[in-house]
Nanobody, 118 residues
Framework: QVQLVESGGGLVQPGGSLRLSCAAS????????VGWYLQAPGKQRELVAA???????NYVDSVKGRFTISRDNVKNMVYLQMNSLKPEDTAVYYC????????????WGQGTQVTISS
């Protein structure tokens, strides 16, 4: 069993930065792929980035060069550094675990709101 808790969301102006954190419990966390997903109002939840236990990563095209996913397997943490934020990045961001670099897993956090607005 894996429990996930996101933090770090907030209101930022366009061009700003945020770092999201995902804290996990569960001894298997360090062995499984973790992803960040977003869900904008009225839209389906979609992948942003994912990272394997060994550090391989995948990003959707819209965030390449702006977002960086990383993990600390000792602390059971995964991070999403978001730079050059745009209004269209506004969404609830969810941490997900147990899937693959392109597929969602069974474990979800509660989400953290990110709002990009001037």
């Amino acid at each position: 069993q894996v429990q996930l808790v996101e933090s770090g969301g907030g209101l930022v102006q366009p061009g700003g930065s945020l770092r999201l954190s995902c804290a996990a419990s569960g001894s298997i966390f360090r062995f499984i792929t973790v992803g960040w997903y977003l869900q904008a109002p009225g839209k389906q939840r979609e992948l942003v980035a994912a990272i394997t236990s060994g550090g391989s990563t995948n990003y959707v095209d819209s965030v390449k060069g702006r977002f960086t996913i990383s993990r600390d397997n000792v602390k059971n943490m995964v991070y999403l550094q978001m730079n050059s934020l745009k209004p269209e990045d506004t969404a609830v961001y969810y941490c997900n675990a147990g899937g693959g670099l392109w597929e969602r897993g069974r474990y979800w956090g509660q989400g953290t709101q990110v709002t990009i607005s001037s």
